[in-house]
């Protein structure tokens, strides 16, 4: 929750390949108080049945950059292991990005929804609401 002084941050992801969200994508919270200063990890959680991220770390006073990091080369490795055991010949297609780093800047007494839209060779993300 936003305050007067601080910023507040959720996000949820959707893999678009399979129109459904991504359960289980391990995420970073890291934020920073100026172009220079450096970042401070302030913790993480992962995705739940709905892709959603409902407990990240309320934002210290003063942040001024926030950093999410997606670790999705573990879920698509899952996804892809899955697939594997329903249909052995499927090309193994992996991940091409790792991890989705998205890094933006926020301001005290706003809230910042931002959702990544996912799939294993792209990445899109937007302010939501």
Known sequence: MSTDTTASVSTHILDTSIGRPAKGV???LAARSGSDAEWV???GSATD???R??????LPEETTHVRLDFETETYFAKKQAEAQQDAPRVRDSGAFFPEVAITFAVKPGEHYHVPLLLNPFGYSVYRGS
Not at 53 to 58: E, I
């Open 49 to 51: 049945a709905d892709g």
């Open 53 to 58: 991220c409902k407990d990240l770390p309320a």
């Open 41 to 43: 990890t302030l913790g």
């Open 26 to 28: 391990a995420i970073t």
